[in-house]
């Protein structure tokens, strides 16, 4: 199973960016026991939880998202997408997907930059 995440860049604060998680090498009956999240990891600063959204697409955020990020998934597709708003520079890491409860290998992230 490979996760494989996309849609960073370089944005301004304020600005949005929606970030995609695919999970690969997974039956989408598998994944759909997947309890999903979204992380992320700043220079020099240990790995965030962000949010996640269980099985039945109950969502949890952290305080430093709440309000301004959305966590969501598709099981057919095997997908998970994390839709950022009103970007600030401290949201500035690679962000990460990952199982919640049983980790996979971790994927290579995509780099968001938030800066004027």
């Known amino acids: 199973v490979h996760l494989v995440e996309s849609g960073g860049g370089s944005v301004q604060p304020g600005g949005s960016l929606g970030l995609s998680c695919r999970v690969s090498?997974?039956?989408?009956?598998?994944?759909?026991?997947?309890?999903m999240a979204w992380y992320r990891q700043a220079p020099g600063k240990q790995r965030e939880l962000l949010a996640d959204?269980?099985?039945?697409?109950?969502?949890t955020y952290s305080d430093s998202v709440k309000g301004r990020f959305t966590i969501s998934r598709d099981n057919s597709r095997k997908m998970v997408w994390l839709q950022m708003h009103s970007l600030k520079p401290e949201d500035t890491a690679v962000y990460y997907c990952?199982?919640?409860?049983?980790?996979?290998?971790w994927g290579q992230g995509t780099q968001v930059t938030v800066s004027s």
């Open positions: 990952n199982n919640l409860v049983q980790p996979l290998d």
């Open positions: 090498g997974s039956i989408f009956s598998v994944f759909s026991t997947y309890h």
């Open positions: 959204i269980s099985t039945d697409k109950t969502t």
